[in-house]
């Protein structure tokens, strides 16, 4: 068997070369956003909904906490609303988090660890093929990479002035905190490994950690408030979500949710597959020798394994303990942070073994890849997309939706159109009209529109096919996507609610 040669990537490289793999993750994450962003019609009903809630800046929504929708919110005071901010924040959000757990592993480990994690990083899922997903998740992950990030400075022994680095510990902790509730989970995890892993006098430490109270206190305490005074409704909503069972329909749940985090992880799994076979079928006589040396850049030699059960298996046996004991089942969305740092642990395990050398690993990766941007094409490209049984929100013709519900509104009255009444069809056609309109969808979830805007500046009516219109609604339409299918096709119904008073149209 012809053996083939092999070039390491990392070894005695330029600087230059070293900083595009180190920029690998960044890279592809901004091309999957780019890539998919050009395929999709409309928006995940994600996006969508932070489109909605930042209408009105608030200490917290009836769903979750404010932060994904402040960064929006400074995205429009910056450059006005536009369909497409949402995948933009995506985007940087991820690279952000990509190029920090690059920073991560390189401080745990080497450079040669962290540029065979970063490449295995970009195969999950979440950062890849649904990489345009604007949602409290993106934001949790990204804060999560930038607290461990600044743990790790802060407790490092050869770093000056550690206290402004627990001070950020502090800050981007409560920003996770203020993403999704979720980060109470790895930042108990990583309390612990910290505590566990501290080579200095413990009053240092205790200063460090004073420090970084004093810090999240600054940024989440205003929500707290907010959440004490309003009676917790994020969690009165997760609450009436989550569904509860006996011991055997909680051991299915926990099943399924592992079955959907290996499909999650697929693409990476597949990489890691397939280098293994070809390495096993290289020629014995000449095999490929790998020196992936254990260099601790940190100041935490052997303690690796408490990092890796800080960061990866701590959270997760803790849920599924959780979920046991309390029944309460396990959502799929939740593995996008448990599993944000599996790469690491991957690189780590796999460090003196041929599998993850760089210069077969990089082009089996892009390979799997193309074939991700090939798939996703040809899934969004077909025109019955959006004609699928479950909603496909980012195959809906957002455009050709905005335009006929705005010539709809424009047919009752000349009154300028200021607010879109129902869920997510009427926030997706929101966010494609220029004059971005409120939308309202009912007073729990909208509260800052009163039934007096209603009255006085009118409502249109965008709402699915299944939804029975309000009784004050007149000059009811369908609008079906595909109209050579107007007896089984989709469609959406548009109907108005006249202003109370009349306008004169623009001269």
């Known amino acids: ?14 600087w230059r ?26 928006l995940y009903g994600d996006n969508v909904e932070q489109f909605v809630w930042v209408h009105s800046l608030q200490w917290g929504y009836y ?33 952000i988090t990509g190029w920090l757990t690059w920073l991560i592993t390189r401080h745990l480990f080497d450079e040669k660890i962290a540029n065979a994690a970063i490449v295995l990083w970009t195969l999950q899922q ?12 993106t934001v949790l992950v990204m804060f999560i990479t930038a607290t461990v990030y600044a743990v790790l400075l802060a407790a490092n022994a050869s770093t000056t002035a550690p206290w402004r680095w627990w001070l950020g510990v502090g800050f981007f902790a409560g920003c996770a905190m203020l993403s999704k509730y979720q980060a109470a989970l790895p930042l108990f995890a990583l309390l612990v490994a910290v505590c566990l892993t501290n080579r200095q006098p413990f009053r240092f430490l205790l200063t460090g950690l004073a420090t970084a109270g004093l810090g999240f206190a600054l940024v989440f305490g205003p929500h707290l408030s907010w959440a004490v005074t309003h009676n917790f409704p994020a969690l009165r909503y997760a609450s009436a979500a989550l569904e509860v069972g006996g011991f055997s329909q909680r051991m299915a749940w926990i099943a399924t949710f592992f079955v959907n985090q290996i499909r999650m992880l697929f693409p990476l799994l597949l990489v890691i597959g397939l280098s293994w076979a070809i390495c096993k079928a290289r020629s014995p006589s000449q095999p490929i020798q790998i020196q992936m040396q254990d260099q601790k ?42 599993f944000q740092f599996l790469p690491i642990w991957i690189a780590w395990r796999l460090r003196n073994s041929d599998t993850l050398k760089l210069s077969l690993l990089i082009p089996l990766t892009l390979a799997v890849q193309a074939g991700g941007f090939a ?11 959006a004609q699928a049984e479950r909603r496909a929100d980012s195959a809906y013709p957002a455009r050709e939706m905005a335009k006929a519900a705005l010539s709809h509104w424009k047919q009752q009255t000349a009154c300028p159109l200021n607010i879109i009444g129902g869920d997510f ?32 500046q009118g409502m249109l009516y965008v709402v699915d096919m299944n939804t029975a219109l309000a009784p004050d609604a007149v000059a009811a339409k369908k609008w079906y996507f595909n109209p050579g299918l107007p007896s089984s096709g989709k469609y959406i119904q548009l109907a108005v609610v006249l202003p109370a008073s009349k306008c004169q149209p623009p001269p």
């Open 1 to 14: 068997m012809i053996a083939i040669p092999v070039i390491d990537l990392t070894k005695d490289q330029p």
């Open 17 to 42: 070369s070293k900083t595009i793999v180190s920029l690998f993750g960044v890279l592809l994450v901004f091309a999957w956003v780019a890539w998919t962003t050009f395929w999709d019609a409309g």
């Open 63 to 95: 769903k979750h906490p404010p932060m994904p929708t402040w960064l929006l919110g400074a995205a429009i005071d910056l450059i006005g609303p536009h369909s497409w901010l949402t995948n933009a924040l995506a985007a940087l959000c991820f690279a």
């Open 126 to 137: 979440c950062f890849s093929l649904s990489a345009q997903i604007y949602n409290h998740n």
């Open 297 to 338: 850049a940190s100041g935490f030699p052997d303690r690796t394994w408490v990092w890796m059960w800080g960061l990866l298996w701590a959270p997760v046996v803790i849920l599924v303990l959780s979920s046991l004991a309390t029944g309460s089942q396990l959502r799929n969305h939740w593995g996008v942070q448990l």
């Open 375 to 385: 798939y996703y094409a040809v899934k969004q490209g077909r025109p019955d997309a």
């Open 425 to 456: 069809e009427a926030g997706l056609v929101s966010a494609f009209i220029q004059e971005f309109p409120v939308v309202y969808s009912g007073p729990e979830a909208t509260p800052w529109v009163k039934p007096q805007d209603i009255q006085q």
